[in-house]
């Protein structure tokens, strides 16, 4: 295949890093940084009575960044779990059904070591899995390649470097080998705050011994509605070297927290590619209904679904994916579930 001619420039861009608001570290430098972002004077309104108004406006944008944090930490997303400098480890079995793809098996392991002997920044991890997981991001009942995965589901291990962890920044280094291909990269996550909306840019650059290069990138949109409902926009954007085309996705989510052990998300998929002509390869709606399973350790996961592939000419496809996972080093959050939600 011939090297995608987009990919130098798309790559560049993606990685720029996107404006954020830093933590001050003193009272002064809090009330600086705030009078110097919140522009002009309220009409009406006396000093005391704008600086309750922006109280209220971070303790709000504060609650925002846990409720999103617990719902990621819940439903286990991977790209949330990437940023966790600690010790865990899970073991899955996934049992899926669909119409186009029958009956499948496919079991996964995960494990992440923090090694504060070494290094306070590094980390150890292993995975060990199918080449497709039942990730509702991957759309893997229908047969489509992964479009918003950023890593490879075989079996790998390698090194983790945080160069950077804070609340609006974490940026990493990673390296290391499966049984076919070695592999080194670096990933950039940034927050940006927008009223009631946050948004969450991310991108990773890897290097494949046998593929080339990949980058990933990824912009979530998201607010809470009510009181136990998460509202996420997720568009992600792939590329590779070697390979024609842009593939990409976009992923529209509403998370409802049904109390400290339960949760559902609700799931529309539209996946699209740019070669060898502009269209849309598949579109999916899940509901995943999570919740543990007699053990705070043990989870269970069920999640009806319907695609519409086009290389099946977008008949719909009904599918079943029921998943048990066990999580060794995590312990269930209720406190902070009480903190968060109402």
């Not at 000093?47 to 108004?53: G, L, S, Y």
């Not at 980058?215 to 998460?230: A, H, K, M, P, Q």
């Not at 390979?243 to 339960?262: K, M, S, T």
């Not at 679904?305 to 086009?310: C, G, I, V």
Request: charge should be negative.
């Amino acid at each position: 295949m011939r090297r995608n001619p987009l990919f130098p420039v798309a790559c560049a861009l993606a990685l720029l890093p996107l404006p954020t608001y830093s933590l001050a570290t003193s009272p002064a430098q809090v009330e600086e940084a705030r009078a110097a972002s919140q522009g002009n004077d309220i009409p009406l309104l006396d000093q005391e009575q704008e600086r309750d108004i922006d109280v209220a406006q971070d303790k709000a944008t504060t609650e925002l960044l846990w409720a999103a944090q617990w719902i990621d930490s819940f439903f286990d997303d991977g790209r949330s779990t990437a940023e966790e400098n600690t010790t865990k480890a899970s073991l899955a079995l996934s049992l899926g059904y669909s119409r186009n793809s029958d009956f499948e098996i496919k079991p996964r392991f995960d494990l992440r070591l923090r090694l504060p002997h070494v290094s306070s920044r590094l980390n150890l991890f292993l995975t060990a899995a199918e080449d497709k997981d039942f990730d509702a991001d991957s759309d893997p009942i229908s047969g489509r390649p992964a479009h918003t995965d950023a890593e490879r589901r075989e079996t790998a291990a390698g090194l983790r470097y945080f160069l950077k962890e804070s609340r609006n920044y974490n940026i990493s280094f990673d390296s290391g080998a499966s049984w076919d291909y070695l592999f080194a990269g670096l990933r950039y996550r940034s927050l940006q705050e927008f009223g009631e909306w946050r948004g969450r840019f991310a991108n990773q650059l890897r290097y494949y011994t046998d593929d080339g290069v990949k980058n990933v990138t990824s912009y979530d949109f998201e607010r809470g509605v009510g009181e136990n409902l998460l509202f996420r926009a997720t568009t992600s954007v792939n590329l590779y070297e070697n390979e024609d085309g842009i593939p990409h996705a976009q992923h529209f989510r509403l998370y409802q927290v049904l109390g400290p052990v339960r949760a559902l998300s609700y799931e529309l998929g539209l996946y699209l590619d740019s070669e060898p002509s502009y269209k849309m390869t598949d579109s999916q709606v899940v509901v995943r209904y999570r919740q543990r399973f007699f053990r705070d350790w043990l989870m269970l996961e069920v999640s009806p679904r319907l695609t519409f592939p086009e290389d099946h000419d977008r008949e719909a496809n009904p599918g079943l994916v029921v998943k048990l996972e066990a999580t060794f080093g995590y312990k269930a959050d209720e406190e902070g579930y009480r903190k968060i939600f109402r």
